[in-house]
């Protein structure tokens, strides 16, 4: 029973699958892609040419789905006529030593028993495309929201004081004057008070809370008949209130469900909100964006970057050797590789507009 719970799982999942648009991970992941010599075709053809790359990987991955669900569904199918068999084999009426035993009952037990077993698993699989309350809550939380992690507070704590610190030294040198030791003593001092946040544990915190309201309760004798009235309600709320989320084991959960489900979580232009959608989705979008403007085009593996920065470096040059330049102005516009990218297609996501 258990591995047909399996079996059976793994069928209505990637049906669900189907019906959201979602393939797995190692069926998305296919992309059919090769380099182009755009300098040879014209812009036409290139644009041609990807789209019917395009076509290939989609085809595949239609075909390369169904064939999944047909697996899948087959082994379910097995395992369902196995159970049938035994349960069409289930004894009802037997007579041994002249005695008349009735195991009818035994039998409708059993078939309402795999009936219920087999509904569970559905409404189990169903769930389980869904967000659950709390990770439904976390999201809710907005971009803004940095959880309390001391391992990796630990991990960049040095170098984020080093950044910060020479941020401070340099608006110093720029109004020419020399940071001292004041730079030093307030790093010092942040350190501190970083370290102090980080590592106090909600346990502590309670802790000193329960403290300091017993402090108070000796120093007002009256105020302790109406604390001892309450205490008893709110003692078990209170503390249930203050434990601890593990914000990180729920972060890893939803980065498995989002990579799981191929679903992007992209930042919006209200800084709470967050916007949820299918890769699919977010490609066909940029296809129809970018042949309304004509301004993009899917570059694919052919990276153009090195030869415009090649081609603007030799301008600068001779510019500099025509001494229309200065050597100044020439080292401050020259292109350094490791700074430079390609203009990207970036938007995001209206969520005030209806079918965002």
Partial sequence: MKL???KSKNYLAE???VEYDLPPKFISNIDFTFKIDESIFSKDEVQALYNQMRHITKEYRIDAMSLYVQSTNR??????????HIIEGFPRNTEENDEQVDAESGYIEFKHYNELREKRLNLEVEQSIYFLEE???????????IYND????S???ATELTILKRKIELRFFEKKVSPGQSVEFFIAELNIILQKLHDASITSKHRQKKQQHKLFLSDNPLATTQSSQSQNINSSSSFRNEKKKNYGRLVKRLKHKIRSVSLVLQKTDKSKVFHLGTRQHYQKKSNEYMEKIEAYRCLGVNNPLPNLIERTNKYL????LAHWITQKQYELLCVKPSEAKLAHL???PKTHKPGT
């Fill in 15 to 17: 049906t669900k699958r």
């Fill in 155 to 157: 991990r960049r704590h």
């Fill in 75 to 84: 082994e379910r199918e097995i395992f369902t006529d196995e159970i049938k």
């Fill in 150 to 153: 001391p391992k990796t507070a």
């Fill in 135 to 145: 990770e439904y809550e976390f999201i809710k939380l907005g971009p803004r929201f």
């Fill in 346 to 348: 970036y938007y995001l």
């Fill in 317 to 320: 040059l001779d510019l500099r």
């Fill in 4 to 6: 047909y719970s399996t």
